[in-house]
């Protein structure tokens, strides 16, 4: 009667081992290092870094056309005379000029 018994608890544990390696391999598809839950964290992530490039990829296009227009034979004057008021500070004698004071505590 032993006998009968555990061959039954044998018989009855293979699908059990195999239910709990089903689980297993379930629950690392779902949460593990390389598994669902990673791969939208990293779709997400790479939407953010994507929308990121183009807005630096359309900045870099406006800067190197700004370059292209103080640089050649045909010179933007406009431009050139907005980075000279800008960068070295002049100014015409209608331009209103407006002080700030800097606080090295403010920022």
């Known amino acids: 009667m032993a006998s009968k018994t555990m061959k039954l608890s044998k018989k009855s544990l293979r699908p ?3 239910f709990l390696l089903f689980a297993y391999f379930v629950l690392h598809l779902v949460q ?3 598994g669902y839950i990673n791969l939208q ?3 997400q992530k790479k939407r953010v870094v ?3 490039y183009e ?3 359309v900045k ?3 800067l190197e056309h700004r370059v292209v227009l103080l640089r050649g034979p045909e010179l933007d004057r406009d431009l050139l005379d907005e980075q000279v008021r800008d960068k070295l500070g002049y100014a015409d004698a209608g331009d209103a000029i407006l002080v700030r004071r800097w606080d090295a505590h403010q920022e």
Request: positive net charge.
């Open 16 to 18: 059990f081992f195999g």
């Open 32 to 34: 593990g290092e390389r």
């Open 41 to 43: 964290k990293l779709e």
């Open 50 to 52: 994507k929308a990121e």
């Open 55 to 57: 807005r630096l990829h």
């Open 60 to 62: 870099r296009q406006t």
